[in-house]
């Protein structure tokens, strides 16, 4: 018998958008698991350390699953982005990623930007 792998880890996809003032947006969708994560954590240290981002947004909204390893993953990331300057922060987490973050404690501190690196979102219209 044959299983299929994407059908038991779902595809992940990350997109990388710019933001005003040197910042970008990682939007990332599917399921983000231990199988995966590596691929959403390149992305985030590149985006810290070779594109030099003063902030980052990353953009949940999209996941439809998250694993402990992958939370560990935007833990390590964060620290990272305020240790070289820089900030990283979860952005409209879907009710799935909202909930874990939530029962671990994590909610506040991941989806709020430290102001660190002195970049602030742009005001809405």
Same mark, same amino acid.
């Given at each position: 018998?044959?299983?299929?792998?994407?059908?038991?880890?779902?595809?992940?996809?990350?997109?990388?958008?710019?933001?005003?003032?040197?910042?970008?947006?990682?939007?990332?969708?599917? *399921?983000?698991?231990?199988?995966?994560?590596?691929?959403?954590?390149?992305?985030?240290?590149?985006?810290? *350390?070779?594109?030099?981002?003063?902030?980052?947004?990353?953009?949940?909204?999209?996941?439809?699953?998250? *694993?402990? =390893?992958?939370?560990?993953?935007?833990?390590?990331?964060?620290?990272?982005?305020?240790?070289?300057?820089? *900030?990283?922060?979860?952005?409209?987490?879907?009710?799935?990623?909202?909930?874990?973050?939530?029962?671990?404690?994590?909610?506040?501190?991941?989806?709020?930007?430290?102001? =660190?690196?002195?970049?602030?979102?742009?005001?809405?219209?």
């Amino acid at each position: 018998m044959t299983v299929d792998r994407f059908a038991v880890f779902p595809e992940l996809h990350v997109t990388v958008e710019p933001l005003p003032g040197q910042a970008l947006r990682v939007r990332a969708a599917g *399921d983000v698991t231990v199988e995966n994560v590596a691929e959403l954590r390149s992305v985030l240290f590149r985006a810290i *350390d070779d594109v030099r981002a003063r902030a980052v947004e990353v953009d949940l909204g999209l996941v439809t699953f998250i *694993d402990s =390893t992958a939370i560990g993953k935007l833990v390590s990331a964060r620290a990272h982005a305020i240790n070289s300057g820089s *900030d990283l922060w979860i952005v409209n987490p879907s009710p799935g990623v909202r909930r874990v973050l939530s029962l671990l404690g994590l909610l506040e501190t991941l989806c709020t930007p430290t102001g =660190t690196s002195g970049w602030a979102p742009p005001k809405s219209a």
